[in-house]
């Protein structure tokens, strides 16, 4: 919401004034009077950093899961909202280059248990 709210301010400003820059007076003064801002910089925390932070858990750490009432043991490959998992499978659609095959699971992140190395 707060990177709209900045991007609206340069829109304001474009059409009031024919140009925008948020390092000028103007923009910071008209930040703080319509939204309340006091930073002007855009400090976007990614999912992989939330995931880090909030979870403890990173692109390649081994975790455990519980899906359809069966626990699994896999590997993160990816983190948006959810965690991509690979997880060991005989019948799995992915197969690496030494013949392992796996199943791809899409885990929401306080589902996962990281496993100690």
Not at 62 to 82: A, L, W
Not at 104 to 116: A, D, G, N, S, V
């Amino acid at each position: 919401m707060h990177v709209f709210e900045h991007e609206l301010i340069h829109v304001i400003e474009c059409i009031h004034f024919g140009d925008t820059s948020h390092n000028q007076p103007r923009f910071k003064r008209l930040a703080q009077n319509i939204f309340g801002h006091t930073e002007i910089t855009h400090q976007m925390v990614t999912q992989e950093e939330r995931a880090e932070k909030v979870y403890n858990l990173r692109v390649g750490d081994e975790v455990v899961f519980r899906y359809d009432g069966k626990m699994h043991k896999g590997f993160i490959t990816r983190i948006t909202k959810r965690a991509t998992v690979m997880a060991r499978d005989p019948n799995g659609g992915f197969e690496d280059e030494s013949g392992n095959r796996f199943k791809k699971y899409y885990i929401p992140l306080p589902q996962l248990t990281r496993l100690e190395e």
